[in-house]
């Protein structure tokens, strides 16, 4: 749920919760967290445990992702189209 409610409209992606819980693996396996090891094996184990269910509910909702990327992509050309139309009429 972290992954779709901290995602921008610009970022969305399919599959968002597969690719954070990818993501915070990997973070924590970089040298960039200093917490202990043993909160490290921890957290790795939720995300690990947690991948399958990412999985299962990243696919039953990846029509509604797709959606949700195209209606932005189109809207957002739309917008800029409206934009750049009375631009164009005024110079002429």
Not at 14 to 32: A, E, L, M, N
Not at 34 to 46: C, E, Q
Not at 76 to 87: A, I, M, Y
């Amino acid at each position: 749920m972290r992954a779709r409610t901290e995602t921008s409209d610009k970022e969305w992606t399919v599959y968002p919760g597969i690719r954070q819980d990818i993501k915070d693996t990997g973070g924590i396996f970089s040298d960039k967290s200093s917490n202990p090891a043993w909160i490290k094996g921890l957290v790795t184990t939720i995300l690990i445990v947690d991948l399958p269910f990412s999985v299962v509910f990243d696919t039953v909702v990846a029509s509604c992702d797709l959606y949700l990327i195209y209606a932005l992509k189109y809207s957002g050309e739309k917008t800029e189209s409206h934009r750049e139309k009375p631009q164009r009429d005024k110079m002429r």
